[in-house]
């Protein structure tokens, strides 16, 4: 009846750039999901978006699966309009946070019912089945009801389910965020090989900033409906945008500057002498902080601290201390040597090339 | 000991309770089987009455009547109430979302009051109009009426304890809206519906009141023409009739327990 499709490694030629150009939804009159959002992403990219619950995360998803049709703006999908696209005319398929598989149907029913969907001939939806069983491990689960398997068995179901008919875009919504931490690091690096493989766009949604570092090409972090930042994981965490950026990529070093001239700024805890950029605070993460104990040499240019709290994460120790009545946040890799103790006093080593500078919440 | 007396009790109520419920049932069939025509005293075992039963024509026209009845009434309302259902769930969150109270009046209102208003509406517009004489087709339209909300009820639970998602996921796997409801909603809803299809039957059989007062001469239906028998006694007969509908009914609660066991070790 159909033409063979081609084996699913062929296809990265068809993977779809996304053009989401000042999209915005309402949902009641003072109730905005998206304001004025433009972003463009790229074929073959595993693009995230990142932020707290309610920042329009899921919205925007839905406005790609055509779910839901936005207020205004346009969205491109491989170049073509979406509007008044119904999402069964999308050749873009998603993975729901719930899974929603349908429970009367088995394994592979459900797997099937996209291809059933499109006609497709039986010869076809089974080739079609076997390689993507094959694919993501579940060739033994197939003939399972779904009340059969386990959480991570169904995520697995709804990626084939999806994956099975070859979209040009696959939508993820939080979809291992039901999973147990190590189940969810497997998955985590299992899709992102996944997708290099397929070279299919991938839509992640997600409010795990380190789910979102180690998965992603890009990152867009949104914060109340308002995109906050676009680019690598990188440059998110390191150069975050903005406060909330910062706060939201997990970092707590955020030293608000009261003065700052050619030579340098001035914050709370001192004041540090180079070539800064204009802005409202000074971001310190941990890696730019070298804690010294005090009997140690001491470098130039070291601020001292007191040690309120040691926080032990197995690789390393987080030391929450006090500097010039300022908190401040450290580590120190546990190498086998003892460490400062609650009450000690420290040395802190300011690393200013690993610092930033950025702007207050909602300036960027 | 207390606890141990009130287990006891409750033993007892759970023994008395089955006494009152089962035993007139087993009365009626143990006397259906009587030699003799008596409901005191049981002379020995014959198929005499069902024989007779079966030899007289105005209680076939009355089985015929239920059957037809029931049936007609039955597939209407499910399909009335299994759209309602989904409509009750699909605009559940809208403005008018409160108006789905208003078709739960049959379940809360009493069937005589209800029968009653009934055959007068339905008098009324005979005058008027001429259409709608007594008979089976007023009895089919106020079967309806009152199975309708017990159908929406069920199907609207189902779709209630349904992942909200399951709707998008199957637009999202390409489905038109015809696709979604052959391959998506109806198997979904499968157990609802003959779950609500059973229930609407043994409603309608069992129903005395409202068939009552919206019959016609010619409509007379089983439970109609056992209540009309009975005023000259009861006979084996009528207790040849009662075993029969028991067994019926027997038969479709059996049938929905077989398809609830079932679906719970199919479905989630």
């Not at chain 1, 296809?11 to 999209?23: F, H, K, L, T």
């Not at chain 2, 078709?103 to 005058?127: R, S």
């Not at chain 2, 779709?159 to 999202?172: C, H, N, R, T, V």
């Amino acid at each position: 009846m159909s033409e063979p499709a081609p084996p699913m490694q062929q296809r990265a030629r068809s993977a779809s750039s996304i053009g989401i150009d000042q999209v915005s939804r309402r949902f009641a009159a003072d109730a905005v999901a998206l304001d004025d959002v433009s972003l463009d992403i790229q074929p073959g990219e595993f693009f995230t978006l990142l932020g707290p619950s309610g920042c329009g995360k899921t919205t925007l998803l839905r406005l790609l699966a055509g779910l839901d049709q936005p207020d205004s703006g346009l969205i491109h999908i491989g170049g073509r309009s979406m509007q008044g696209v119904p999402p069964h005319r999308r050749s873009v398929n998603t993975v729901f946070q719930s899974y929603a598989l349908f429970p009367h149907r088995n394994v592979r029913e459900n797997i099937r019912f996209g291809l059933e969907m499109q006609r497709l001939s039986a010869a076809e939806i089974s080739r079609r089945i076997e390689r993507t069983a094959a694919l993501i491990g579940i060739d033994k689960l197939l003939e399972r009801g779904i009340d059969q398997l386990s959480g991570g068995q169904r995520q697995r179901v709804a990626l084939a389910r999806a994956l099975v008919n070859e979209p040009d875009v696959l939508l993820l919504d939080e979809p291992l965020s039901a999973l147990d931490a190590g189940l969810r690091g497997r998955l985590q690096i299992e899709l992102r090989r996944l997708q290099r493989q397929l070279g299919m766009t991938f839509v992640f949604v997600t409010h795990d900033q380190e789910e979102a570092m180690v998965m992603s090409d890009r990152i867009a972090v949104l914060n109340h409906g308002r995109l906050a930042q676009i680019g690598t994981p990188q440059a998110i965490y390191e150069k975050p945008a903005d406060e909330f950026v910062a706060r939201f990529m997990g970092h707590e070093n955020l030293l608000p500057i009261k003065k700052s001239d050619a030579t340098g700024i001035e914050t709370p805890i001192g004041r540090f002498s180079g070539d800064f950029a204009e802005g409202a605070y000074l971001l310190l993460p941990p890696q730019s902080l070298i804690l010294h104990r005090l009997d140690q040499p001491a470098a130039p240019d070291c601020i001292e601290a007191v040690v309120d709290e040691c926080l032990y994460r197995g690789g390393m120790t987080e030391y929450r201390l006090s500097c010039s009545d300022w908190p401040l946040v450290a580590t120190l890799a546990n190498q086998g040597r003892p460490g400062p103790a609650a009450g000690d006093r420290v040395r802190l080593e300011v690393v200013t090339r690993a610092a930033a500078v950025l702007q207050a919440e909602g300036d960027g | 000991m207390s606890r141990g007396r009130l287990t006891a009790f409750l033993r007892g109520f759970w023994y008395a309770l089955m006494l009152f419920l089962y035993a007139p049932l087993l009365v009626v069939v143990v006397f259906s089987f009587n030699s003799i025509n008596s409901s005191a005293r049981f002379a020995g075992f014959s198929l005499d009455w069902y024989k007779r039963l079966f030899a007289n024509d105005v209680i076939m026209q009355a089985l015929w009547n239920t059957a037809v009845l029931a049936t007609v009434s039955t597939l209407i309302a499910v399909v009335i109430g299994g759209m309602l259902g989904y409509g009750f769930y699909r605009y559940r969150l809208g403005r008018l979302s409160w108006l789905v109270w208003l078709i739960y009046l049959p379940v809360i209102m009493p069937d005589i009051v209800f029968g009653i208003a009934e055959m007068t509406f339905f008098v009324l517009i005979n005058q008027w109009l001429g259409i709608l004489a007594p008979g089976l087709g007023t009895m089919i339209i106020a079967h309806v009426t009152f199975q309708v909300p017990f159908v929406a009820l069920l199907v609207n639970a189902r779709l209630l304890a349904l992942d909200p998602s399951l709707f998008e996921a199957a637009q999202d796997l390409y489905a038109s809206p015809w696709q979604r409801l052959s391959a998506f909603l109806l198997p979904t809803l499968r157990p609802a519906i003959a779950a609500s299809f059973l229930l609407a039957l043994t409603l309608s059989i069992d129903d005395f009141v409202i068939s009552f007062f919206t019959a016609g001469p010619e409509s007379t239906t089983l439970p109609i023409y056992i209540w009309s028998a009975i005023r000259k006694g009861v006979t084996p007969e009528i207790n040849a009739i009662a075993t029969l509908m028991i067994a019926t009914v027997f038969l479709i609660a059996m049938l929905s327990m077989l398809g609830g066991r079932r679906r719970r070790t199919s479905d989630t």
